[in-house]
């Protein structure tokens, strides 16, 4: 069984990317037992729903992010579903105040489990909510394997340039790719994502 985190903040694109990932899994490379394990802070999660409507397993977390106040519950439900599931891979969508580093760490502590992190951002929102939000954003981006600058379209170069300038400084050991939410994952993408190492 093998662990993908995503994280990044509100809005950021994380449900669509996952949806996309999900679909390339199953479709491209016959990956057909996945659970998709969803942490909102919140007691009904619109992002459930959406995976859920697209005949995805999905699994919830509520009421608490599994960084802190739920890190106790996450080991134990990732041995659940392995017990009644046993997927080939579990990909946890971390909520958007989450820090997904320790979130790794807790799983790769208790459950001797490795994760792979891919974390998104938002280049439009990116100089404003950066300004707002610094700690937060580096947290988030601290140790992510991959990083996603997403939103492109939507986004003036000067944003882009921007934002994927940060993030090299903020994490220069990740891969960053800038993305967009309109346009299918490149593949070389995806396998580089669910490689090991």
Same mark, same amino acid.
């Given at each position: 069984?093998?662990?993908?985190? /995503?994280?990044?903040?509100? !809005?950021?694109?994380? %449900?669509?990317?996952?949806?996309?990932?999900?679909?390339?899994?199953?479709?491209?490379?016959?990956? @057909?037992?996945?659970? *998709?394990?969803?942490?909102? *802070?919140?007691?009904?999660?619109?992002?459930?729903?959406?995976?859920?409507?697209?005949?995805?397993?999905?699994?919830?977390?509520?009421?608490?992010?599994?960084?802190? %106040?739920?890190?106790?519950?996450?080991?134990? @439900? /990732?041995?659940?579903?392995?017990?009644?599931?046993?997927?080939?891979?579990?990909? &946890?969508?971390? %909520?958007?105040? @989450?820090?997904?580093?320790?979130?790794?760490?807790?799983?790769?502590?208790?459950? !001797?489990?490795?994760?792979?992190?891919?974390?998104?951002?938002?280049?439009?929102?990116?100089?404003?909510?950066?300004? @707002? &939000?610094?700690?937060?954003?580096?947290?988030?981006? &601290?140790?992510?394997?991959?990083?996603?600058?997403?939103?492109?379209?939507?986004?003036?170069?000067?944003?882009?340039?921007?934002?994927?300038?940060?993030?090299?400084?903020?994490?220069?050991?990740?891969?960053?790719?800038? %993305?967009?939410?309109?346009?299918?994952?490149?593949?070389?993408?995806?396998?580089?994502?669910?490689?090991?190492?």
């Amino acid at each position: 069984m093998k662990i993908l985190l /995503v994280g990044g903040f509100l !809005g950021s694109g994380k %449900t669509s990317f996952i949806l996309k990932l999900a679909h390339h899994m199953i479709e491209d490379l016959g990956i @057909a037992n996945i659970v *998709i394990l969803e942490n909102e *802070i919140g007691e009904i999660s619109v992002d459930d729903k959406v995976l859920k409507g697209s005949g995805y397993q999905v699994k919830g977390l509520f009421a608490g992010c599994v960084c802190c %106040t739920l890190a106790g519950e996450l080991p134990s @439900a /990732v041995r659940q579903i392995e017990r009644e599931i046993n997927p080939d891979w579990i990909i &946890m969508e971390a %909520t958007g105040v @989450a820090f997904p580093y320790n979130i790794k760490e807790n799983v790769e502590n208790a459950l !001797g489990i490795s994760c792979k992190i891919v974390c998104l951002t938002d280049a439009q929102r990116w100089k404003r909510l950066f300004r @707002a &939000m610094d700690h937060l954003f580096r947290y988030q981006l &601290m140790e992510a394997d991959v990083v996603l600058v997403n939103k492109i379209d939507v986004a003036d170069q000067e944003s882009i340039d921007q934002c994927l300038s940060d993030v090299k400084e903020l994490n220069p050991t990740a891969v960053v790719v800038p %993305t967009c939410a309109n346009e299918s994952i490149p593949i070389e993408l995806i396998d580089r994502i669910m490689s090991e190492g």
